[in-house]
Nanobody
């Protein structure tokens, strides 16, 4: 069974950057579509960014488009979310998720599409 662990969260000033990592154990990430989701206090979980299992396609929520970049390092069994030009409204717990799909080019944008989840990492954007 795939086990995911996020890291890289923290406190950052508006305009700053962070890179979140999602390390997998128990299986390679190559056969999995990846999603990053976030949940702010008092709000529902929302999708942030998605990567197809073949690595060919990515997707981003409108609120982060142009500022966030999703990627994957197969050798390190790690997915990343590079976040730049951070805003206070980006403050949330961030979760990575994986869906076993076996090399296709589809991105999965709903949280219900995913079976495997990490425990989350907290991101606070504040001056």
């Amino acid at each position: 069974q795939l086990h995911l662990v996020e890291s890289g969260g923290g406190l950052v000033q508006p305009g700053g950057s962070l890179r979140l990592s999602c390390r997998a154990s128990g299986d390679t990430l190559d056969d999995y579509a990846i999603g990053w989701f976030r949940q702010a206090p008092g709000k529902e979980r929302e999708g942030v960014s998605w990567l197809s299992s073949d690595g060919a396609n990515t997707g981003y929520a409108d609120s982060v488009k142009g500022r966030f970049t999703i990627s994957r390092d197969s050798a390190k069994k790690t997915a990343y979310l590079q976040m730049s030009t951070l805003k206070p409204e980006d403050t949330a717990d961030y979760f990575c998720a994986a869906r076993l799909t076996f090399l296709n080019n589809r991105v999965y944008v709903e949280s219900n599409d995913y079976k495997d989840w990490g425990q989350g990492t907290q991101v606070t954007v504040s001056s």
